[in-house]
């Protein structure tokens, strides 16, 4: 392209930010036929390419209000929807790499045409920086999102299958073992009632065998349930959203994520996470003067990865500290640690909070599952149910000799304890 149809012109009488702000459309369409030389499925399918070029505005818009400001500017809110959009990316058959190059590309083509309007207009050197620093938090912060996203919803499937082959597994023992099981124990009912009717004592070896198989039928019963129980999931998710419910205040929109599996998270970790991000919850309702609230919990069976975002007023980290009010943050921080983990938290007036929280998961630190109780809205998650895990088919105990003059033991039980479960 030409300097005259390429630039807006640069003694047109606007400022450094409007004649940037000129440049949103050029760029876009810079960035699409970028994507299309290198034949990108980002800018082949019209639904793919809608998403994307939203959130290349949005990029480009925050790297303008960072040129004007002075300082850099991410709207973090628009972020973490970029959660979600990775697990699109999975469905409509993009591999992360593509996202990734569609950042390098996005953020080479923004950066040509900051350069070119900062020579152009004698833009500052702290102006520029924020800018720059703005474009590059931009991407960033979407590139981890959408990878958290695409990570979770590759576990989701995951755990589709795995649960899949648990109840495939279920009917098999429940239409084949158990069959087979039940129509043995039939044989040796024919065959006691025989005798019966010869008068003739059941040997108790045939006593010892119908004991042994009802003691297994009943095992594959227990195991058929386990395998078809639903997965343990929601607890941490249905507290939290008890404890947004309960504080009443329906000016504030709260999305609230979590993917994972409860169950994967020790209780005292879990017990100890709601807290944490109950604290935040609360600061955020009750300082914040949030418009906008979202939390994003990513549970792995190694880590769990939390973030709350709001718009609100914002504050000086530091000067909280320093003033002797940071007895909330000191408490989250005190916790994180505890369990191994770490607590971040990026605020400044104006621009809202971003608290970020990693905790490892251990092997020590799970303990026994309470018992479920009713808990009232704002307390830890219990577990209503143990976790879910398949036990140990146990045994059979060896033959032995059964007194004649004993019952008939489990082998006498009515017809439906001798049912294949």
């Known amino acids: 392209m030409s300097p005259s149809t390429d630039r807006p012109g640069r003694f047109d009488g606007a400022s450094p930010v409007d004649r940037f702000r000129r440049y949103e459309d050029a760029v876009i369409d810079l960035f699409r036929a970028r994507l299309r030389a290198v034949n990108s499925p980002l800018a082949a399918h019209p639904d793919v390419w809608a998403q994307c070029e939203l959130q290349a505005r949005r990029i480009f818009r925050d790297c303008a209000d960072s040129l004007a400001a002075g300082r850099s500017t991410v709207s973090d809110t628009h972020v973490a929807e970029v959660v979600d959009l990775g697990g ?31 020579e152009d207009t004698g833009v500052s050197r702290h102006a520029y920086t924020a800018a720059v620093r703005s474009l590059q938090q931009g991407v960033g912060r979407r590139l981890e999102a959408g990878s958290i996203g695409y990570d979770s919803y590759l576990l989701a499937r995951v755990r589709e299958v795995h649960e899949q082959g648990h109840r495939k597994l279920a009917r098999e023992m429940h239409d084949q073992i158990g069959n087979s099981l039940s129509l043995a124990m039939r044989q040796l009912e024919m065959y006691q009632a025989d005798l019966s009717c010869r008068q003739e004592a059941v040997p108790q070896h045939v006593r010892a065998a119908q004991a042994a198989i009802v003691e297994t039928l009943a095992g594959i019963r227990e195991l058929v349930t386990e395998l078809r129980r639903p997965a343990v999931a929601g607890c941490l998710e249905t507290a939290l959203n008890a404890f947004v419910d309960s504080m009443g205040d329906l000016s504030v929109s709260v999305k609230l994520w979590v993917r994972g ?30 418009g906008n609230i979202v939390v994003n919990i990513d549970i792995a069976p190694h880590e769990i990865q939390t973030e709350v ?3 609100g007023l914002g504050f000086a980290v530091a000067e909280v500290r320093a003033g002797g009010r940071s007895n909330g943050l000191t408490g989250l921080h005190e916790r994180a640690e505890l369990l191994g983990g770490t607590l971040h938290i990026d605020s400044t007036p104006g621009r809202g909070t971003h608290v970020t929280i990693w905790i490892p998961i251990k092997e020590d630190q799970a303990a026994p599952a309470p018992q479920a109780a009713q808990a009232p809205p704002g307390a830890p998650p219990s577990r209503a149910l143990p976790v879910r895990s398949v036990p140990p088919v146990q045994p059979v105990q060896p033959v032995r000799p059964v007194p004649r003059e004993t019952p008939a033991g489990p082998g006498a039980g009515s017809a439906d304890d001798k049912a294949a479960p």
């Not at 699109?88 to 993009?94: H, M, N």
């Not at 609360?282 to 003067?289: D, G, I, L, Q, V």
Request: proline share 3%; glycine share 4%; hydrophobic share 45%.
């Open 309 to 311: 975002i709001d718009d």
């Open 88 to 118: 699109e990316r999975v469905r409509q058959g993009v591999h992360l790499t593509h996202s990734v190059r569609g950042a390098v590309i996005l953020f080479d083509t923004v950066l040509d045409r900051l350069a070119e309007c900062a």
């Open 261 to 290: 599996l409860d169950e994967w998270i020790p209780d005292p970790v879990s017990d100890e996470l709601f807290l944490m991000v109950r604290e935040a919850l609360r600061n955020a309702f009750s300082h914040a003067e949030a």
